[in-house]
């Protein structure tokens, strides 16, 4: 079988590695994933979110025939568990690039697209408290780090997010890597150094990460280190771009609430970044402003 789409950090990840063989270690929500040691990488079905590590085919009912433990082999263009073979032309047009861009938005835009997200999910009106939580205390410490424009703090932040809550990929896992993403699309309007956004982006690989969280979220969390985001948070970034809130929706479902995780994330860093970012000589005065709570979460 063909591969309708296969994202450039595998592709690239099988070229350099040439022969490898690694082992189903789950199957959910129409997804296969299978380690290779250095990397998680998921089969999905093309009406799946594609995410930075997938492989997608058109058929999604033939990953069923692939159970949990399963022995995988794979080379540059080809993946093959038991009988089945998904292959595709390496470097070629079924690869898709998941690299987020800085947006060429201007910051107001910025800031009322975060806004859209956070009163979609219904975070200022329906929210239910994380009250005191480990979770809680690490969303606001992220938030300060955007406000006082501070990777170190970020860093200290995530150390305290990345592995907690439950799942294949942990709330706190994707809080870090949502908002570094959005930092990545947003540093440079926002008059960020491209030394700062480095930093940011290293929050997300504490050196202890494969003690920390799942493999899966490990390899999630490198490669938004390396900017690579889902498709639609990536669409997401791009403030300027149509049907943003179909993304949303098709984001929304992703996963047990990886999704909402994400746009969560992105919402928080689009509303603190644009609104400081305002604050700074010559920069707009900002139209409207919604209150949202930080260290709350959204019903």
Not at 125 to 151: F, H, N, Q, T, Y
């Amino acid at each position: 079988m063909r591969a309708v789409a296969v994202a450039t950090p595998v592709d690239t990840f099988l070229a350099a590695r040439g022969r490898v063989e690694g082992r189903v270690i789950g199957t959910m929500r129409g997804a296969v994933h299978v380690e290779f040691r250095e990397m998680v990488i998921s089969l999905i079905g093309a009406r799946v979110s594609r995410t930075p590590n997938a492989i997608s085919v058109e058929d999604a009912s033939i990953l069923a025939a692939i159970r949990s433990g399963e022995v995988v082999r794979a080379v540059p263009g080809s993946v093959c568990a038991g009988a089945l073979n998904i292959s595709w032309e390496p470097g070629r047009a079924a690869c898709w690039d998941p690299t987020v861009r800085e947006t060429g938005s201007e910051l107001t835009r910025v800031r009322l697209r975060g806004e859209d997200i956070l009163w979609r999910l219904g975070a200022p009106c329906a929210e239910r408290s994380w009250g005191g939580s480990a979770l809680a205390g690490g969303l606001r410490m992220l938030s300060e780090a955007l406000v006082k424009i501070d990777p170190g703090l970020a860093n200290t932040a995530a150390a305290r997010l990345i592995g907690l809550g439950s799942g294949s990929t942990p709330e706190g896992d994707d809080l870090v890597a949502s908002v570094a993403l959005a930092v990545q699309a947003f540093g440079p309007a926002a008059g960020w150094s491209s030394d700062i956004v480095r930093a940011w982006l290293a929050t997300c690989v504490p050196e202890d990460l494969g003690r920390r969280t799942t493999s899966l979220s490990a390899t999630l969390l490198r490669l938004a280190s390396q900017a690579c985001a889902p498709e639609e948070i990536r669409n997401l970034l791009q403030v300027g771009g149509q049907g943003w809130i179909e993304d949303f929706e098709r984001l929304r479902q992703l996963g047990h609430s990886t999704g909402r995780n994400y746009l969560l994330g992105v919402g928080l860093a689009a509303t603190r970044m644009g609104l400081e970012a305002a604050k700074l000589p010559g920069n707009a005065t900002p139209q409207r402003t919604r209150a949202v709570r930080v260290g709350s979460w959204p019903d």
